[in-house]
């Protein structure tokens, strides 16, 4: 490892900015509450798919239902757990299909009550990972990049900050309150 890098990872963690949009920060986030965060933030989406409606666009400014948006923090969650275990050398990456890939999935013509269900048991899953993560897990770098690499550290603050964000914007939307931030966590 280069000196660049060693003096880069000696250092704590920088916090990502305040986002002006959900109002996330990373600044009280600490890596053991990783876990605990993601199940809060999934089970705040849980609610939303619960709620009458779920699956119609508010007519507002975002491109997607709150469906749609649940479908893809699931998504997220799936995806981010393989990444951890691609991450830290535990699962060959995934090859693309031969001919292509599959199809993108249509959200809109998912089951929001399946996709709470699917969401919960995808949250639940990569909640165990983290937990369970050493301090080295954490500062392991993601080869694929030029040193500086990022860590896994900062790619999961990058994921817990996607998952609030698009649920600020969603609850937002649904409110009617723009950009009104949800709260602040990390």
């Known amino acids: 490892m280069n000196t660049t890098a060693r003096t880069l990872l000696d ?9 002006g949009r959900c109002a996330f920060t990373s600044r009280p986030y600490s890596r053991r509450k990783a876990a605990d965060l993601l199940l809060e933030y999934a089970a705040r989406w ?4 619960a709620a009458p409606g779920t699956a119609r ?3 507002g400014t975002l491109p997607w239902s709150p469906l749609e948006h649940g479908c893809h923090v699931r998504d997220m969650c799936i995806l981010f757990h393989r990444r951890i275990d691609t991450f830290l050398g535990t699962a060959p990456p995934a090859a693309p299909a031969p001919g292509g890939s599959e199809p993108p999935p249509r ?3 998912e089951d929001a009550r399946r996709t ?3 969401l919960g048991r995808a949250a639940g899953a990569l909640a165990g990972r983290l937990a369970v993560l050493t301090d080295d897990d954490w500062e392991h770098e993601d080869p694929r990049f030029p040193a500086p690499r990022p860590t ?7 994921f817990l900050h996607d998952i609030i964000h698009s649920l600020s914007e969603v ?5 009617g309150t723009g950009r009104k ?6």
């Open 11 to 19: 250092r704590p963690p920088l916090p990502l900015p305040r986002c």
């Open 46 to 49: 849980q609610q939303v798919l």
């Open 57 to 59: 666009r508010h007519g």
């Open 107 to 109: 959200y809109r013509d």
């Open 116 to 118: 709470s269900e699917e």
């Open 152 to 158: 896994l550290d900062l790619l999961t603050r990058h």
């Open 171 to 175: 609850l937002n939307e649904a409110r």
């Open 181 to 186: 931030a949800v709260g602040s966590h990390g």
